[in-house]
């Protein structure tokens, strides 16, 4: 937008946002000591790792501009490999870890190729990947994946809890380190137009490949998470499609390339998904797919573009 | 041997039906220049058409392919004229993003929607000859798929000839070779966009009809083909409606072999493999190419 430069710092009101969203996570923090209720408590890993998710999916999209239809590969591998090296007795962190880097490898692996392809062939091009992936893990992982009796006994919620909590919040707080400095400036030059990006001095691949690796790495930890929380799912089930339609859903209901944007998105899908499952099953998917196309064609700025309509400030974004 | 050239025959008559699901992505990427992800969903609607016409009321298949063709051909109009076509004035770029993001939504309202319908369950159609076999060599040929092949080449060859010589084709192909040309020529393009459109998506609803009868059909299928009209789209590229019919023949037949040779459970994977290859082999060749359909 022109002139927004001007009014505003780049990255300031994400930086401001961000005080605010992880202020709002530390409140709840205080959760599990008050509420001792199981749902309530999954309802919050829910939430954070879907925040994470839709973060890692917003830092590419809503800053970088790379609609990655693909996500869910690295979501997938986060799990595989977390849940192969815990259940097999390392420390649950380390295990989180060496899946993040798995999945940012793989990431590097796909993304040279991958961004000779621009826009939509960007796009499907991923979505490919993660089929080829899904089918792959389905193939040569049929069994379902249980935790051993011992560590479902010794199963604690509250650290569920907490963990995805953490998680949702170093996924803020990336995307607002990367959209309050010169990289994320450069970022948001690329997904305005990559051409005129390139000829001011902006390297194209090399942002796109950081803003991936940041993106993979958060979508491992995800995963992780999620291998970490369920007990008993298929392999090939993180690998899902559904996995990229959520985080993208997320964001773009929120507000893509903004920081609360998909917080709010994410406390608006969850709940309203968890709602209408308790009714009827799958009702979500339907709204939500109207929704969507709905925001895309009428409000491409997402539920934070009304508020700030209402509030009478310049659209700063536009993804 | 004779197992390796059944595997190839039943490919290349699958591959038929991917030919045609890809003339209509096709059709509607090179004209509007927008990229329907629903289209695997558009087939699968015209998959339930059939079905539910042949359960309620006993039409056999091949015939409610005559309604089915004229049902879709409405909806992709209700489409363009709902969602499509407020994409069509944005540019290029933003064309084919934005039209992505909605054929997404699109795609998931209308398996949400299939499977609040009609539940999960795995359909297919049981005619009477369902069974019947020919015999050719040694090979089995089962009749309702050959049938199905049949009819995607006369379908094929339809819209070719159309295209070719209907006063409404030429201006589809000219639109598809350069829109603002042919707006200067005195073209509608704004109609052109929406009949090409309504076109495609009655191809995918008869290529559903087509799978519902020799293969089955379920709500999820339409991830798998899309995917299968892309792969299609970028092994045989853009601008020969025909051509890609015949990328369709080739498609299936490698998927056959990769079969026999890697195992069935991986079939899916090598089109896959390949699509991802050759995108990345040429990634602005393949559909920015400015053929007009010839």
């Not at chain 2, 390796?4 to 059709?27: E, N, P, R």
């Not at chain 2, 992709?76 to 004035?89: H, Q, T």
Request: charged fraction near 10%; aromatic fraction near 10%.
């Amino acid at each position: 937008m022109p002139g927004a430069a001007l009014l505003h710092r780049p990255g300031a009101s994400e930086l401001r946002w961000a005080a605010v969203v992880l202020a709002a996570f530390g409140s709840l923090a205080l959760l599990p000591l008050v509420v001792r209720r199981d749902d309530v408590l999954n309802f919050g890993v829910v939430f954070f790792l879907s925040v994470t998710l839709a973060q890692s999916w917003n830092l590419m999209a809503g800053y970088a501009g790379q609609v990655n239809l693909g996500h869910a590969a690295f979501f997938g591998l986060g799990a595989l490999v977390t849940r192969a090296l815990w259940i097999q007795g390392a420390p649950i962190l380390p295990a989180m870890g060496v899946g993040a880097v798995v999945a940012t490898v793989f990431g590097w692996l796909v993304g040279l190729p991958a961004f000779r392809l621009r826009g939509a062939y960007f796009a499907i091009g991923t979505l490919a990947l993660a089929e080829i992936l899904r089918i792959t893990v389905g193939n040569s992982l049929p069994e379902i994946s249980t935790l051993p009796a011992a560590t479902i006994a010794g199963y604690s919620l509250t650290r569920r809890f907490y963990l995805t909590l953490v998680l949702a919040a170093l996924a803020v707080a990336t995307v607002a380190g990367t959209a309050a400095s010169r990289v994320g400036l450069g970022m948001r030059a690329i997904r305005e137009d990559e051409a005129a990006a390139e000829a001011s001095g902006v390297g194209a691949l090399r942002h796109k490949l950081l803003a991936l690796s940041l993106s993979t790495l958060l979508a491992g930890l995800a995963g992780g998470a999620f291998a970490y929380y369920h007990i008993s799912y298929y392999p090939q089930h993180p690998f899902g499609p559904q996995w990229t339609f959520d985080a993208l859903l997320i964001t773009f209901i929120g507000g893509a390339g903004t920081l609360h944007g998909p917080v709010l998105g994410a406390l608006f899908y969850v709940f309203l998904k968890e709602y209408l499952a308790i009714r009827w099953v799958d009702l979500h998917l339907l709204i939500f797919g109207v929704l969507f196309v709905a925001i895309v064609l009428l409000l491409p700025g997402g539920l934070v573009e009304v508020f700030g309509r209402v509030r009478g400030r310049p659209r700063l974004t536009n993804p | 041997m004779r197992l390796l050239a059944q595997q190839l025959l039943l490919g290349i008559l699958v591959g038929g039906l991917y030919g045609l699901a890809a003339a209509g992505l096709s059709l509607i990427f090179g004209v509007l220049r927008v990229l329907n992800v629903a289209h695997g969903e558009l087939l699968m609607l015209g998959g339930y058409a059939s079905f539910w016409l042949f359960a309620l009321l006993g039409v056999d298949p091949f015939v409610s392919l005559l309604g089915v063709l004229p049902g879709l051909f409405l909806l992709g109009l209700c489409l363009y004229w709902l969602l499509f076509g407020f994409v069509v004035r944005a540019h290029e770029e933003v064309r084919i993003k934005n039209s992505l993001l909605i054929g997404f939504g699109l795609a998931l309202a209308l398996h949400a929607l299939a499977v609040r319908l009609w539940t999960a369950d795995e359909r297919s159609i049981t005619t009477a000859y369902a069974g019947e076999v020919m015999t050719v060599g040694g090979l089995k040929l089962p009749l309702v798929r050959l049938a199905s092949l049949a009819l995607a080449l006369v379908l094929i060859v339809g819209l070719h000839f159309f295209l070719r010589r209907g006063r409404w084709g030429q201006a589809i192909r000219a639109t598809a070779e350069d829109w603002e040309a042919a707006l200067l020529m005195g073209i509608d393009v704004r109609r052109a966009y929406l009949l090409a459109f309504a076109i495609g998506t009655a191809l995918a609803g008869a290529a559903g009809s087509l799978v519902s009868v020799g293969y089955s059909i379920n709500p999820s299928i339409g991830l798998e083909w899309t995917l299968k009209a892309l792969i299609v789209i970028v092994l045989a590229g853009m601008g020969s409606i025909v051509g890609t019919f015949f990328g369709g023949l080739v498609l299936g037949a490698a998927e056959a072999l990769s079969a026999v040779v890697v195992g069935g459970p991986y079939r899916e994977v090598v089109g896959l493999v390949i699509f991802f290859c050759v995108l990345v082999a040429r990634p602005e060749g393949l559909f920015t190419s400015r053929g007009a359909f010839r």
